[in-house]
């Protein structure tokens, strides 16, 4: 019972994504929106991704030096391994999870009110494509805005690991920066980027997906914006771990 009615589930978001994915109608009115969601879903967003992830690089590079950090150890393994986390996990993957609950509880409660206040019905009756003009300017949106979040990100986290230097005396600046630089791979930041864009995606479409098709009034639609957050969630470790094994 339960995995028919996911595989129903299912065939109703790829039958939604399907009419999500056509040739907008009118290309303006798109452009006009893109840049709009570009700047609601992306920009807005910069402030707590930013302010997370400075305390995020702070507590890493204190945590580390002060549990694993030994006199066997080089004395740049501190900054090192602050550098790894940060590009290989937290800025692409779990910042994206953040990102779940803020967007994606933002874009299922918009569309729901729309879809219980009968906006979408009305669209649906002048003829426009109700999916295409709600949900791909927003897609696309999210999905050009997330890598410019995860350099901000990283960006941030070393500002942050730099602080406890500065501010906590943790570790001397130049053996941070030798860390920070040590064997860096350039694929690791690549790697990055490709999981955030396809991440955008999962948040941005499964959230839309239970904001439209919600039945009901308000309380349907804030159980739907909680549903989008869980199964976005769920949907990004899952796919991270495989994302992970193809692209190592």
Same mark, same amino acid.
């Given at each position: 019972?339960?995995?028919?009615?996911?595989?129903?589930?299912?065939?109703?978001?790829?039958?939604?994504?399907?009419?999500?994915?056509?040739?907008?109608?009118?290309?303006?009115?798109?452009?006009?929106?893109?840049?709009?969601?570009?700047?609601?879903?992306?920009?807005?967003?910069?402030?707590?991704?930013?302010?997370?992830?400075?305390?995020?690089?702070?507590?890493?590079?204190?945590?580390?030096?002060?549990?694993?950090?030994?006199?066997?150890?080089?004395?740049?393994?501190?900054?090192?391994?602050?550098?790894?986390?940060?590009?290989?996990?937290?800025?692409?993957?779990?910042?994206?999870? %953040?990102?779940? =609950?803020? #967007? &994606?509880?933002?874009?299922? *409660?918009? $569309? +729901?009110?729309?879809?219980?206040?009968?906006?979408?019905?009305?669209?649906?009756?002048?003829?426009?494509?109700?999916?295409?003009?709600?949900?791909?300017?927003?897609?696309?949106?999210?999905?050009?805005?997330?890598?410019?979040?995860?350099?901000?990100? %990283?960006?941030? =986290?070393? #500002? &942050?690991?730099?602080?406890? *230097?500065? $501010? +906590?005396?943790?570790?001397?600046?130049?053996?941070?920066?030798?860390?920070?630089?040590?064997?860096?791979?350039?694929?690791?930041?690549?790697?990055?980027?490709?999981?955030?864009?396809?991440?955008?995606?999962?948040?941005?479409?499964?959230?839309?997906?239970?904001?439209?098709?919600?039945? &009901?009034?308000?309380?349907?639609?804030?159980?739907?914006?909680?549903?989008?957050?869980?199964?976005?969630?769920?949907?990004?470790?899952?796919?991270?771990?495989?994302?992970?094994?193809?692209?190592?």
């Amino acid at each position: 019972m339960l995995f028919n009615k996911s595989l129903a589930t299912f065939g109703r978001y790829l039958m939604l994504m399907g009419r999500t994915f056509s040739r907008p109608e009118r290309m303006r009115m798109f452009f006009k929106q893109y840049i709009k969601e570009m700047s609601q879903l992306g920009v807005d967003s910069i402030g707590i991704v930013l302010l997370i992830s400075f305390f995020i690089g702070a507590v890493i590079c204190i945590q580390i030096k002060l549990n694993i950090q030994s006199p066997w150890m080089p004395k740049f393994v501190t900054g090192y391994t602050t550098r790894e986390i940060m590009l290989l996990e937290f800025s692409s993957s779990i910042m994206c999870l %953040i990102l779940a =609950g803020k #967007v &994606g509880s933002n874009i299922a *409660s918009e $569309i +729901g009110t729309m879809r219980v206040t009968q906006q979408i019905d009305a669209l649906e009756i002048m003829g426009v494509n109700s999916a295409n003009y709600l949900i791909l300017p927003k897609v696309l949106g999210m999905m050009t805005m997330m890598p410019f979040l995860v350099c901000f990100s %990283i960006f941030s =986290g070393f #500002v &942050g690991a730099y602080a406890t *230097s500065v $501010i +906590g005396q943790v570790i001397t600046i130049d053996d941070l920066t030798l860390g920070l630089q040590h064997d860096f791979n350039e694929w690791y930041v690549w790697m990055g980027f490709i999981k955030s864009i396809f991440f955008a995606f999962v948040i941005t479409s499964v959230s839309a997906f239970y904001g439209y098709t919600v039945e &009901g009034g308000s309380v349907e639609v804030g159980k739907a914006s909680t549903d989008s957050v869980v199964s976005s969630s769920v949907l990004i470790l899952f796919s991270d771990v495989l994302l992970t094994q193809l692209l190592s």
